[in-house]
């Protein structure tokens, strides 16, 4: 098993990479991320947190298991495994569950991506990033050359994909690769913390946002003033926005978990 996800009763998923090796992704692991993605989605989850379990987060493809192939066998085998791997990358995209990603040790090329793709990323102070992909004569996959320009900016993205220079946890902060910089021993706690207290909040609030940010290097500013129009307005009315404002009110914490527009997971799951 290279990648395990459990669903609380909170609706919190935690989705593990537990292959080993540098949690290295070959097929099966990027087939694995796939298809807990999928259960997040089925699931309909509140909040995502994502870890390597080892000394290391994600050393990026297996290129044990890819020097075995050569030529058609190669290129055939590569596509299967970004195809799955992207899957994963869109379906979490497209959830309305913010998505944690807490990392340490190594993170290289589409452990970099999984960062990327994260609402917040955590990382231990020895965690160390690396874009690898030209060292090895291949180019990005996991959408690292879409997040890595938007975090850290075009002329920044590119100095990291053609150098591969190592990135320490705390210039990785500076540069807005990561959200926060924790000790080794508080990584996991600190991102259950975090995750756990999104798993408490407005999802589909959080989803309509993700997705505000998303668009909006790509958008011109009038069109981005009328999407953010339309997304409050239908915020307002929805089931959330009246408990959020009926909650603030009345000086009580909100309970978004059995809104209308809300998700949540029953009982637990486990792969």
Request: proline share 2%; charged share 25%; aromatic share 4%.
């Amino acid at each position: 098993m290279r990648v395990t996800v459990e669903v609380d009763g909170d609706g919190l998923a935690r989705v593990e990479l537990c292959r080993g090796s540098g949690n290295a992704i070959d097929l099966a692991t990027a087939r694995g991320l796939r298809d807990a993605a999928l259960e997040c989605e089925r699931e309909r989850v509140r909040a995502v947190l994502l870890t390597g379990r080892g000394r290391s987060f994600c050393v990026g493809g297996d290129l044990k298991e890819f020097a075995a192939l050569s030529g058609e066998r190669l290129a055939a085998h590569l596509t299967d495994v970004t195809d799955a791997l992207h899957a994963a990358l869109r379906i979490l995209s497209g959830l309305d569950a913010p998505l944690v990603v807490a990392v340490q040790g190594a993170v290289a090329g589409a452990g970099l991506g999984l960062v990327g793709a994260a609402d917040i990323g955590i990382a231990a102070t020895d965690a160390g990033f690396t874009a690898a992909y030209t060292a090895i004569g291949y180019t990005p996959d996991a959408g690292v050359s879409w997040s890595l320009p938007r975090l850290v900016g075009p002329r920044q993205a590119v100095d990291l994909l053609l150098t591969n220079r190592r990135v320490p946890a705390a210039e990785a902060l500076r540069m807005g690769l990561v959200s926060r910089v924790v000790a080794p021993e508080r990584l996991y706690e600190e991102a259950v913390r975090t995750a756990g207290t999104l798993a408490h909040g407005a999802t589909a609030a959080y989803g309509a946002t993700r997705r505000l940010v998303g668009r909006a290097l790509s958008t011109d500013l009038d069109e981005h003033l009328d999407d953010e129009a339309r997304r409050l307005a239908a915020a307002a009315v929805s089931g959330e926005g009246r408990e959020g404002v009926a909650a603030f009110l009345a000086g009580r914490r909100a309970d978004f978990a059995g809104c209308e527009g809300g998700s949540g997971a029953q009982g637990r799951a486990v792969r």
